[in-house]
């Protein structure tokens, strides 16, 4: 009992690393592209990403990361997603 126990939070933990891994992989590549821009697509980008990061902080990495997305599109750039 203990065992199967142990197996199911240890699956719950690796699968949560993984999706909560990739908001601030977006989140540096929006840095990267926005951090020394400022107009006014990458203004609308980087308040978007600043929801992407509350909603990862907030535990919501899939509604983070189509955040992100909406960030990157506001500023007319595409994301690297991990495969
Ligand atoms: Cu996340």
């Not at 203990?2 to 199911?8: E, M, W």
């Not at 977006?26 to 020394?36: R, T, V, Y």
């Not at 990862?56 to 509604?63: R, Y």
């Not at 189509?66 to 506001?74: G, H, P, Q, R, V």
Request: net charge positive; hydrophobic share 45%.
């Amino acid at each position: 009992m203990k065992r199967i126990l142990l197996g199911v939070i240890l699956a719950g933990a690796v699968t949560g690393v993984a999706s909560a891994g990739e908001c601030p992989m977006l989140q540096a590549q929006i840095d990267k592209e926005f951090g020394k821009r400022f107009d006014k697509s990458a203004a609308a980008a980087k308040s978007l990403a600043a929801e992407g990061m509350a909603l990862h902080k907030a535990g919501k990495h899939a509604e983070s990361v189509a955040k992100y997305d909406e960030a990157a599109k506001a500023g007319g750039i595409m994301l690297q997603h991990k495969k």
